[in-house]
Antibody, heavy 116, light 107 residues
Framework: QVQLQESGPRLVKPSGTLSLTCTVS?????????WSWVRQPPGKGLEWIGE???????SHNPSLKNRVTISVDDSKNLFSLSLSSVTAADTAVYYC?????????WGQGTLVTVSS | EIVLTQSPDFQSVTPKEKVTITCRAS??????LHWYQQKPDQSPKLLIR???QSFSGVPSRFSGSGSGTDFTLTINSLEAEDAATYYC?????????FGQGTKLEIK
């Protein structure tokens, strides 16, 4: 079974850029599946951020107004998230997940706080 | 975007009870509907994919049904370990969206 692990800074300043990496083990990033980011503000529900295929094809949630960049690094078997111009509303647990249509595997999640 | 509305938002139930959670989509989505269980401080876990297909390792007391706009997650003979928040998720159209969640409390 594929295993996913998020990593990155836990504290980001307002107007800055949130950057996270998801390291994939137990499967190749080149496998026929989509690699996604999902977030969950404290005490709230789940929000899909975006996804990437190993070819580099991406999609993202229009609600995030083009602040999202998702990239993949085949050589390191990982994919990354960049969210620019962050505000307190971007404080959330960020999960990486994988699956063709459903999300069968999830990372443990990492809480990122936006604060000065 | 497709809006998913779950009901109820919260339910307090006793062990061995049968529980039904519904998820209604704002437009038809075929069977592109999936269910997750999330326990406190844990990541979500897939229970049901494509409306009714149980995911590997999921106890048989969990089942799903429905198509189009109306879907149901059923938990037969509830166990104490089933205390969690349950989410539906649609993948029929981008962006992927989730229901608001249904929190189950065990009495």
């Amino acid at each position: 079974q594929v295993q996913l692990q998020e990593s990155g800074p836990r504290l980001v300043k307002p107007s800055g850029t949130l950057s996270l990496t998801c390291t994939v083990s137990g499967d190749s990033i080149r496998s026929s599946t989509w690699w996604s980011w999902v977030r969950q503000p404290p005490g709230k529900g789940l929000e899909w951020i975006g996804e990437i295929y190993h070819t580099g094809t991406t999609s993202h949630n229009p609600s995030l107004k083009n602040r999202v960049t998702i990239s993949v690094d085949d050589s390191k078997n990982l994919f990354s998230l960049s969210l620019s111009s962050v505000t307190a509303a971007d404080t959330a647990v960020y999960y990486c997940a994988s699956g063709l249509q459903w999300f069968g595997s999830w990372g443990q999640g990492t809480l990122v706080t936006v604060s000065s | 975007e497709i809006v998913l509305t779950q009901s109820p938002d919260f339910q307090s139930v006793t062990p061995k009870e049968k529980v039904t959670i519904t998820c209604r989509a704002s437009q038809t989505i075929g069977i592109a509907l999936h269910w997750y269980q999330q326990k406190p401080d844990q990541s979500p876990k897939l229970l049901i994919r494509h409306a009714s297909q149980s995911f590997s390792g999921v106890p048989s007391r969990f089942s799903g049904s429905g198509s189009g706009t109306d879907f149901t997650l059923t938990i037969n003979s509830l166990e104490a370990e089933d205390a969690a928040t349950y989410y539906c998720h649609q993948s029929s159209d981008l962006p992927h969206t989730f229901g608001q969640g249904t929190k189950l409390e065990i009495k």
